[in-house]
């Protein structure tokens, strides 16, 4: 539950944070008149992130058990390979968020109702087409038969929206770079269970080979229905009994992932530093 709630607060908090950046300058540059355009462009991107998020649950319950194991394999690794660009993109543009969305905001002014919709469908949608297929691929990852993922993925969301409320009145900042390094490292770590488990899928559907050659077994140490077996499961994917290949995967995955994540960055050469979350000092939208 841990990690979808990280899933969450994360993919959520992002979003918060455009919406934030958005809305304010609007108001701060007497542009209220864009607050309608820019509200529906949100509620666009809401929609079919929610859409996008029921198709991959009800369109996959119609297929056969192979065809099930196939999609979700194959969409398990293609949501690790979103998210890990994700948390290296954020890490790299936290500083300079504020003035990259003011420069699309400027320009969109310029053109019109229609762009300034886009511009907030494309900057909020992303976000939500990455929470969707993320949260869906962990659920998955975390077993049939129990809502807790989902939970915990839900009350992540609703933990960033208050957060993202908090920032736009100016009652709360946070340095943005060392609060995406720190949920960015442990999101590698979830995304490396995400990861295993779609692999697992792949063998499930007869894609890859070896699936009932484990790579060990703690079954009888740490069973997967007992409160520690199910907090780690919760919180990192964690199987007891892996095969060899999960297991090559995994660690080839979270090794190098998370080295490269940590290393020290090189100084920008960007502008001003952004990299405290935006506040509107209590203006109204």
Known sequence: MFGNYLIGLREGLEASLVVCI???????????AALRPVWLGIA?????????????EFGSQELTF?????????????????????VFWMRRTARHLRSDLHGRLDAALRMGTGALVATALLAVG??????????????RAGGEGTTAPL??????????????????????????????????????????????????DLQEADLLG?????????????????????????????????????????VLYLVPTLFFFLAPQRPSLRGPSAGTAPAAGGTEA
């Open 210 to 250: 070896g699936l009932h050659d484990l790579a060990f077994d703690v079954s009888a140490t740490i069973p997967p229905d007992s409160w520690y077996g199910t907090v780690l499961k919760g919180v990192l994917n964690f199987q007891p009994d892996p095969t060899v290949l999960q297991a090559v995967v995994w």
């Open 126 to 139: 992303r976000e939500g087409l990455e929470t969707a297929l993320f949260v869906w691929a962990s659920v």
């Open 66 to 86: 192979e065809a099930q194991e196939l999609l979700g394999g194959s969409l398990s690794i293609l949501s690790v390979g979103l998210v890990t660009w994700m």
């Open 22 to 32: 958005l809305v304010a300058y609007l108001v701060k540059t007497g542009n209220r």
């Open 151 to 200: 939970t915990g993925a839900l009350l992540g969301i609703a933990t960033a929206i208050v957060l993202g409320h908090l920032f736009y009145r100016g009652a709360l900042k946070i340095d943005l770079a060392r609060f995406f390094t720190w949920t960015g490292g442990m999101l590698v770590v979830v995304a490396a269970g995400v990861l295993a488990y779609g692999v697992h």
């Open 44 to 56: 666009a991107a809401c929609t079919v992130s929610l859409a996008f998020g029921a198709l991959l």
